[in-house]
């Protein structure tokens, strides 16, 4: 199963890697993304190292590679109604983000990365699937501990999907 997210950016020059793993680890998060320069350039899978601290079992490694596909694109207002607009008003660019169900830690690290740029670049979450929009960094807060739990549940069941971390490439 699919899933898509968005995020409405109004400062997606300040997304950094450097920040978002401080952002990340101040959440209890051991997560670091793939290094680039300018991250609105890419497009593709972007590939997280995550270390799951928050797992009390044996797992099969020390530390997984997770992602998902991004796609960035200027923001149209005319794209959208009124409303939204209204809503997302001064956005610069949207990040489309598509995780699936092939490896566990996918919508983990794209809920923490939405929170990221939503904090530090000015972003709205919307999700689609609800047609909610997340201003409110406690109801992504919520997202996350939903998130978290799961795995822990896949996790006792020994359920994950893992991936090894072997490097960048």
Not at 80 to 90: A, M
Not at 92 to 121: G, P, R
């Amino acid at each position: 199963m699919s899933k898509d997210y968005n995020v409405f950016l109004k400062n997606p020059e300040d997304i950094k890697a450097t920040d978002f793993e401080t952002f990340s680890y101040k959440l209890g998060y051991f997560i670091r993304v793939y290094p680039l320069d300018n991250y609105t350039e890419h497009s593709g899978f972007l590939p997280f190292n995550l270390y799951l601290n928050f797992i009390d079992r044996v797992l099969p490694y020390d530390s997984f590679v997770s992602g998902f596909e991004v796609f960035f694109t200027d923001y149209n207002s005319q794209d959208y109604d009124g409303e939204f607009s209204d809503l997302v008003k001064n956005s610069k660019c949207v990040l489309m983000m598509s995780v699936s169900d092939t490896d566990s830690l996918e919508e983990l690290s794209a809920l923490i990365w939405a929170k990221y740029l939503c904090e530090y670049c000015g972003g709205v979450l919307y999700d689609p699937q609800t047609d909610t929009l997340f201003y409110d960094s406690s109801k992504i807060d919520a997202l996350i501990y939903e998130q978290r739990t799961e795995l822990i549940k896949l996790a006792a069941r020994n359920a994950l999907k893992l991936h090894e971390f072997t490097g960048w490439k």
